[in-house]
C-alpha cells in the first residue's frame, strides 16, 4: 500500500478485499476518490482456485497449521474422484458458514486471526454465504483443484476443512488463487509471460 501510495502520489488509497496470506492473484487498489467505491465492490462476486489435500486436518484449516491433536479419521485416501464430486454437492448455493479463526474478523477490536496465533478461540456466529458454482477440477486420489465463484463474506478455507469433514478425511486448503472479483480479471496469457499485476475489467 506503501509502495502504491508513492507511486501515485496519492495519500487516499485502499484496497477492496484482503487477499489469505497464503493466496496469490488479484487485489483491487482504490485511489483517491473510487475509494468511495469500496462498499459497492465489497458486493462483486469472487472467482478461487484453491488447491487442498486429504488426510489432515490443522488449526487454521490450511497446509500451513498445527495439526489437530484430535483429528480422528474415519476414511483414508485415496478416495475416488466421484466420492468428492458428490460431497460437494451439499456445499453449493446459499449455506451457512462459521468463519474461521484465522480471519480478518474483529472481535472486540481485535482481529481473530492475532488471538488464534496467542492460542485463543472465540465463539463466532454461523453466516449465509452462496455459492454460485462450485466444480472439482483436478483429484488424484488426495489432493486436487477446486475452482468456484461465491459470495462476499466466503472463506475457502472453511469450505475445505468442512468437505474433509464431510469426508471423513479431513482436509486442507494448500494454495489459493483469485482469479476475478466482479467484473476484474487477471489477465492469465500476460502473466503467463511473467507481467505481473495485469488484469482486465472497466475502472
Known amino acids: 500500500m506503501v509502495r502504491a501510495r508513492k507511486?501515485?502520489?496519492?495519500?487516499?488509497?485502499?484496497?477492496?478485499?484482503?487477499?489469505?496470506p497464503l493466496a496469490s492473484g488479484l487485489l483491487?487498489?482504490?485511489?483517491?476518490?473510487?475509494t468511495r467505491l469500496f462498499d459497492h465492490m465489497q458486493e462483486f462476486s469472487k472467482t478461487y482456485t484453491a488447491g487442498f489435500r486429504l488426510g489432515v486436518r490443522t488449526d487454521s484449516q490450511d497446509i500451513t497449521g498445527v495439526p489437530v491433536p484430535d483429528h480422528a479419521p474415519s476414511r483414508r485416501p485415496p478416495l475416488d474422484r466421484d466420492d468428492v464430486?458428490?460431497?460437494?454437492?451439499?456445499?453449493?448455493?446459499?449455506?451457512?458458514?462459521?468463519?474461521?479463526?484465522?480471519s480478518a474478523l474483529k472481535?472486540?477490536?481485535?482481529?481473530?486471526?492475532?488471538?488464534?496465533?496467542?492460542g485463543i478461540v472465540v465463539h463466532r456466529e454461523a453466516r449465509e454465504v452462496t455459492v454460485h458454482s462450485?466444480?472439482?477440477?483436478?483429484?488424484?486420489?488426495?489432493?486436487g483443484v477446486v475452482r468456484m465463484v461465491v459470495s462476499k463474506g466466503f472463506y475457502v478455507r472453511t469450505l475445505i476443512d468442512d468437505?474433509?469433514?464431510?469426508?471423513?478425511?479431513?482436509?486442507?486448503?494448500?494454495?489459493l488463487r483469485r482469479e476475478a472479483i466482479g467484473p476484474f480479471r487477471l489477465d492469465v496469457d500476460s502473466e503467463a509471460r511473467g507481467e505481473k499485476g495485469i488484469l482486465t475489467g472497466l475502472f
Open 134 to 143: 462450485l466444480d472439482l477440477a483436478e483429484f488424484d486420489g488426495t489432493e
Open 28 to 34: 483491487l487498489l482504490l485511489a483517491g476518490n473510487a
Open 107 to 118: 472481535k472486540d477490536g481485535q482481529p481473530l486471526y492475532r488471538l488464534a496465533r496467542k
Open 163 to 175: 468437505l474433509g469433514v464431510s469426508l471423513g478425511t479431513g482436509a486442507v486448503m494448500t494454495t
Open 85 to 102: 464430486v458428490a460431497a460437494l454437492d451439499a456445499f453449493r448455493g446459499t449455506i451457512r458458514q462459521i468463519p474461521p479463526m484465522h
Open 7 to 20: 507511486r501515485l502520489g496519492l495519500k487516499r488509497v485502499g484496497h477492496a478485499g484482503t487477499l489469505d
